[in-house]
């Protein structure tokens, strides 16, 4: 695995409803969990992976936007795992679609 790569990619949705099904998996149906697990390799190259999960954003981009109300919890969470020091870079067309998702962005840092 390169260094500075994402190691855990996915959508955390919360809801009383089960209008995610289909798309994300109920986790903890006691909680009205759902999550999206998305693609990555773990392989690339962070920017790469970025661009590959902004693939799989866009193409459900219809429905992720329709989950975003009623949705208690909407998040985009990622896992790196990165040397001490190295930034995050985030596009402007990841942040754009998680906007217009209306996912709120956990970033997280795996270090050793």
Not at 8 to 14: D, I, S
Not at 15 to 33: H, I
Not at 79 to 88: N, S
Request: glycine share 6%.
């Amino acid at each position: 695995m390169p260094s500075g790569s994402i190691t855990n990619a996915l959508v955390r949705c919360t809801r009383k409803d089960s209008e995610a099904a289909g798309l994300f998996e109920l986790t903890r149906p006691d909680l009205g969990l759902w999550v999206l697990e998305l693609d990555i390799t773990p392989d690339d190259q962070q920017a790469d992976q970025l661009a590959g999960i902004c693939r799989q954003l866009q193409a459900n981009s219809v429905r992720l936007q329709k989950l975003h109300e009623g949705s208690i919890d909407y998040t985009l969470h990622l896992t790196f795992d990165l040397p001490a020091g190295e930034p995050i870079i985030l596009d402007s067309f990841l942040t754009r679609l998680a906007s217009e998702c209306g996912f709120k962005l956990e970033l997280y840092v795996a270090t050793e």
